[in-house]
């Protein structure tokens, strides 16, 4: 949730709005915050903790010694390696690592994730000539999560898979909708800032009549159906498709 550059200001928007959400939905819906760094702040968690949600929050530079700490404790050889399908994660827990700032003490868990990909690189054959070739690149990244939770038999890895699930939603929801959705435009900025729900309401809508119209006027003509609601929207989609014009905004 991102309104404005000051962090202050963003911090005590995405309060309100989860006061505004709690009163509307309720607790049945969540019950549980996973944020970026920027929202690791005492009186942030100190608020979410007030209105009984439990967190588990990026912890990264700005909080240095709460960071410095974490780095101690978990300067030691890794002792929990899960397998999670072909990435190699390596993960420290400590239960309590003390917080100065907030003074008292959070659960922080460390993972080092180890990748092999297949990049294409452009090099010289024999006679000169440019030529791609593939090669397997190792890349490795370091993140740690501080978190009030109680894991109780639930393993560390939890906290690990929570806290990457926003990186997943940042990543292949927010950047699909500002480049496919051309939400960083000028244009769609104007009025109200409404562009992300209207956009979000005609999607919706038009997945609806889509799904209606395919199990009315489709598929009750059939009388062993070979087409399926995905394949049609590919189809639907094929028959759709225009040269994308420049943008006038």
């Known amino acids: 949730m991102r309104f404005q550059k000051n962090g202050e200001t963003e911090v005590s928007c995405t309060l309100s709005l989860l006061q505004d959400l709690l009163d509307r939905v309720g607790r049945r819906f969540f019950d549980l915050l996973v944020a970026d760094a920027l929202y690791l702040q005492a009186p942030f968690v100190g608020a979410v903790e007030d209105l009984g949600l439990q967190w588990v929050i990026n912890l990264k530079e700005n909080q240095p010694e709460l960071l410095a700490e974490a780095q101690r404790l978990t300067a030691q050889p890794a002792p929990h390696r899960p397998s999670l399908d072909l990435d190699e994660l390596q993960l420290w827990h400590a239960p309590e690592v003390y917080w100065p700032v907030a003074n008292r003490s959070v659960r922080v868990v460390k993972t080092v994730r180890t990748q092999r990909k297949n990049r294409i690189r452009v ?28 894991l ?98």
């Open 123 to 150: 090099g010289l054959n024999d006679a000169g000539r440019r030529r791609p070739q593939k090669e397997m690149v190792v890349e490795q990244s370091t993140n740690f999560y501080a978190s009030n939770l109680e």
């Open 152 to 249: 109780g038999t639930i393993p560390p890895v939890f906290v690990h898979q929570l806290g990457r699930s926003r990186w997943v939603i940042d990543t292949e929801v927010f950047q699909t909708i500002t480049t496919d959705g051309h939400l960083k435009k000028p244009s769609v900025h104007q009025g109200r800032g409404q562009a992300l729900i209207v956009l979000t309401m005609i999607r919706v809508l038009a997945f609806t009549l889509t799904l209606v119209f395919f199990h009315r006027q489709v598929r009750s003509h059939y009388r062993s159906c070979s087409i399926g609601f995905c394949d049609l929207a590919q189809r639907l989609a094929y028959q759709f498709i225009v040269t994308p014009q420049p943008d006038s905004s």
